[in-house]
């Protein structure tokens, strides 16, 4: 088991959108060093495209962030349900110590059927909470970036979808529209968010 450590970088925000044929990530840019308070980067991309089948975003603490992707490879990487099982087995399920680090993760992309799938866990979950959006019906998901703001983020996410929900179930581009406007809206009460923005995406075949 690898040692995570908190070297005093918080990072979000990570954003997702899914539907019966697409899967959309977002994240910003910026990173904080808590301990002296002010900004250590604002280009750090916290989304990775694994391959044509897994896209993965961590949030929480950089020094976690770059450790585990540097061992992605650990994991198995057939499609998004393998991959996010092996991965939460060995650091959650599986683990000898419990994680205090700061740590949320989201994996989404095609599971064993080539269906759209997502997934997520922090350091504290207990179990694998698996989706696969059907029926038209359009999922999404983000880590809380602040336990401070009026209303969540998953909250702030909701309204915008339902509000806009054919501009988002349309295509990826009416997807991503959306989580740029999510993103603007939590950089003005959040100061750990920028707008320097990084996305993915992964199509159903």
Sequence with gaps: MMNLKDGGLEMSLISLIATENFISFMSDGR?????KNEID????????????????GIAGNK???QLLNEILHRYDQQNA?????????ELIKNANEKITVSMHILIGGLDEQGKIFYTGFSNDSTELIEINPTNGVISHGCNESSSDLEISNFSRFKQLIEKNKYQVSKNIKGAKVIQE???AQVSMFDNSVNNKLFHEYIKRK
Excluded: P, Q
């Design 41 to 56: 980067t604002e280009n750090y991309k916290k989304i990775t495209k694994v391959n044509d089948k897994i896209i993965i």
């Design 31 to 35: 990173a904080i060093d808590t301990e």
């Design 181 to 183: 406007k999510l993103n």
């Design 63 to 65: 020094g976690t962030s």
């Design 81 to 89: 349900r393998s991959f996010a099982n092996s991965m939460f087995n």
